[in-house]
């Protein structure tokens, strides 16, 4: 099974919501990134947070971990329709070997 | 600075030929990731090398695939015999190996189609 789950699956949303994706992982990680893929594309990193961490903002996104529960959430604020694409999380454990999930797609509609 | 450059984008083979695929880091990185992309799927994992070293390849098949970076050139994955199931986008993935440095940048991936 995944290290990473993300939840939800899907997540459809109008310009200018607030859109929070979830990942649960199972061991113990160095760090947890989240990473931006457009459709055929290749991957766009977003932010990293590391195990010591609990939030991070960088511009409209917010990342919060939870080491207790195993699990982040990613929150993008004010989408917008380029905000469109898949979102995966990838946790580090090993040599900085990254596990990915099966990713959200998120869609925003104008 | 150039980003990490993949080359071919897409390369198409007959079920028994050989695919290879080139990845070059950005400049002052010497730590290579390669990882595999199935439709619909996340990424996974498939081998991790420093420069002329094989550092863990526990994703990597055992058999027709193997990888290198030698000291001079890019990163090389090469798949023998290809079949069907080997289709998908293959990614490679760079980071510097300095401290507090654990960002891995991706490159735009080749897309292996087996016919």
């Known amino acids: 099974s995944q290290q990473g789950e993300e939840d939800p699956q899907a997540l459809s949303i109008q310009e200018g919501e607030n859109a929070t994706m979830n990942c649960s992982y199972k061991?113990?990680?160095?760090?947890l990134q989240w990473y931006r893929q457009n459709s055929g594309r290749g991957l766009v990193h977003l932010i990293l947070?590391?195990?010591?961490?609990r939030e991070k903002h960088s511009g409209r996104l917010r990342v919060t971990l939870d080491t207790s529960k195993k699990s982040s959430s990613l929150l993008i604020t004010a989408s917008r329709a380029a905000d469109t694409a898949s979102y995966f999380c990838?946790?580090?454990?090993?040599?900085?070997?990254?596990?990915f999930g099966k990713g959200i797609t998120l869609s925003v509609r104008p | 600075n150039a980003g990490v450059m993949q080359n071919p984008r897409h390369l198409v083979r007959r079920r028994g030929q050989e695919a290879r695929l080139r990845c070059s880091p950005m400049?002052?990185?010497?730590?290579v990731y390669w990882y595999r992309q199935l439709p619909e799927e996340g990424l996974k994992f498939m081998v991790y090398?420093?420069?002329?070293?094989?550092?863990?390849e526990s994703g990597m098949p055992k058999e027709r695939f193997s990888a290198e970076f030698p000291k001079e050139g890019p990163s090389i994955l090469r798949i023998q015999q290809v079949v069907r199931g080997d289709s998908a986008a293959y990614f490679c993935?760079?980071?510097?190996?300095?401290?507090?440095?654990?960002?891995?940048?991706f490159g735009p991936g080749t897309r292996l189609l087996v016919l």
């Open positions: 400049k002052g990185h010497s730590h």
């Open positions: 990838a946790t580090d454990t090993t040599n900085s070997k990254l596990t």
């Open positions: 947070i590391r195990s010591n961490e």
């Open positions: 061991t113990s990680i160095n760090n």
């Open positions: 090398l420093q420069k002329e070293n094989i550092i863990d």
């Open positions: 993935a760079t980071r510097s190996g300095r401290e507090h440095q654990e960002t891995q940048y």
